[in-house]
């Protein structure tokens, strides 16, 4: 056992042991040092710092969606708890709360998702409602002109 031990100890003074990152004069602790500001794939955008209006209407407006329907959702899931009766089995509770909450979530969503332009100021949120107003009633009117006129 003695000469294993020996000879081992002489086989590891003759070879040197194998470093892949060896010929790198970095150390380690820089390789996984990542940046903490945002990287831009072109110049321009890391010289502009405020979203574009596109970025805005989705952001408010899904925001505003989001935080409608969540408390539409709540809203109505309570409605629906209150007019379940006592005689109603656990289906029906859950299908009333379900679809009760569901409703109210998604009307009051579809109204706090048209409020985007708020976060603008009072002028500019009343002229994007006059705009959407007057586009909502050319929509129906569109729709019951077609429904009138084109046969279908």
């Given at each position: 056992?003695?000469?294993?031990a020996?000879?081992?100890?002489?086989?590891?003074?003759?070879?040197?042991?194998?470093?892949?990152?060896?010929?790198?004069?970095?150390p380690?602790?820089?390789?996984?040092?990542?940046?903490?500001?945002?990287?831009?794939?072109?110049?321009?955008?890391?010289?502009n710092?405020?979203?574009?209006?596109?970025?805005?209407?989705?952001?408010?407006?899904?925001?505003?969606?989001?935080?409608?329907?969540?408390?539409?959702?709540?809203?109505?899931?309570?409605?629906?708890?209150?007019?379940?009766?006592p005689?109603?089995?656990?289906?029906?509770?859950?299908?009333?709360?379900?679809?009760?909450g569901?409703?109210?979530?998604?009307?009051?969503?579809?109204?706090?998702?048209?409020?985007?332009?708020?976060?603008?100021?009072?002028?500019?949120?009343?002229?994007?409602?006059?705009?959407?107003?007057?586009?909502?009633?050319?929509?129906?009117?569109?729709?019951?002109?077609?429904?009138?006129?084109?046969?279908?």
């Open positions: 056992m003695a000469d294993a020996t000879q081992n100890s002489n086989n590891e003074q003759k070879y040197k042991q194998y470093h892949p990152y060896q010929q790198f004069d970095v380690i602790q820089n390789l996984y040092n990542l940046p903490t500001s945002p990287e831009y794939l072109f110049h321009e955008e890391a010289l710092s405020r979203r574009s209006w596109g970025e805005n209407l989705q952001y408010y407006t899904g925001s505003g969606y989001l935080t409608g329907a969540v408390l539409g959702a709540i809203k109505g899931s309570v409605e629906g708890l209150r007019q379940a009766e005689s109603d089995t656990l289906k029906l509770r859950i299908n009333r709360v379900l679809n009760s569901g409703q109210v979530g998604r009307r009051f969503g579809n109204s706090l998702g048209a409020i985007y332009r708020a976060a603008g100021g009072l002028r500019s949120a009343a002229i994007a409602g006059a705009i959407g107003g007057v586009t909502a009633a050319a929509a129906v009117a569109g729709k019951q002109a077609v429904k009138r006129y084109v046969p279908i």
